[in-house]
């Protein structure tokens, strides 16, 4: 069965930076684009970025552009979150979430990893 | 950026009632709309993409309808696990946005 398994979030503060890992299994990671989401204490859904399956191609969310990158090793099933320049409204749980047949939805979720920027 | 208006933003119903939710869009989506399920602490789960085909394993009591700015959800007969929050997102025009949620609680 398809699991996403994130790790490295923590506390960190204003200005800091943190690298957020993904652990994909169950799926050829390789054929799959992939996507970073997440979601503020109490609020909704916001997609941040997404890489393509052999990444060749990364998008991202205005407020994040030259702050963060997003890269992926396929020889190791895991994807990435290089987060830097790290601002308080950046503080949120980040799901790495698998791109279903048309990109653009998420049909698989990691458990999600807490990222709270906090002097 | 497509802003997607969900209501309400909290329906109270009993198990067995049926659930119809609500999900409208600032611009044409065409049928680019997708439907998600998110329990306390949980991730949220695929449940509806492209307006009304139902993702792997999800029961046939989940149905999406609509086209172009409106689209529904409906539960037909709620079941103690299916009281959560619903997201709507669209993947018509790129940034993908979501809708801000709306929460079935128990009555």
């Known amino acids: 069965q398809v699991q996403l398994v994130e790790s490295g979030g923590g506390v960190v503060q204003p200005g800091g930076s943190l690298r957020l890992s993904c652990a994909a299994s169950?799926?050829?990671?390789?054929?799959?684009?992939m996507h970073w989401v997440r979601q503020a204490p109490g609020k909704g859904l916001e997609w941040v970025a997404f890489?393509?399956?052999?990444?060749?191609?990364?998008y991202f969310t205005e407020s994040v552009k030259g702050r963060f990158t997003i890269s992926r090793d396929n020889s190791k099933n895991t994807l990435y979150l290089q987060m830097n320049s790290l601002r308080a409204d950046d503080t949120a749980v980040y799901y790495c979430?698998?791109?279903?047949?048309?990109?653009?939805?998420?049909?698989?979720w990691g458990q999600g990893s807490l990222v709270t920027v906090s002097s | 950026d497509i802003v997607l208006t969900q209501s309400p933003a909290t329906l109270s119903l009993s198990p067995g009632e049926r659930a119809t939710l609500s999900c409208r869009a600032s611009?044409?989506?065409?049928?680019?709309l997708a439907w998600y399920q998110q329990k306390p602490g949980q991730a949220p789960g695929l449940l509806i993409f492209?307006?009304?085909n139902r993702a792997t394993g999800i029961p046939a009591r989940f149905s999406g309808s609509g086209s172009g700015t409106d689209f529904t959800l409906t539960i037909s007969s709620l079941e103690p696990e299916d009281f959560a929050i619903y997201y709507c997102?669209?993947?018509?025009?790129?940034?993908?946005?979501f809708g801000g949620g709306t929460k079935v609680e128990i009555k």
């Open positions: 890489i393509s399956y052999d990444g060749s191609s990364e």
């Open positions: 979430a698998k791109s279903n047949g048309s990109g653009w939805n998420f049909d698989y």
């Open positions: 492209d307006a009304s």
């Open positions: 169950g799926f050829t990671f390789s054929s799959d684009g």
């Open positions: 611009q044409s989506v065409s049928r680019y």
């Open positions: 997102q669209q993947r018509s025009n790129w940034p993908p946005t």
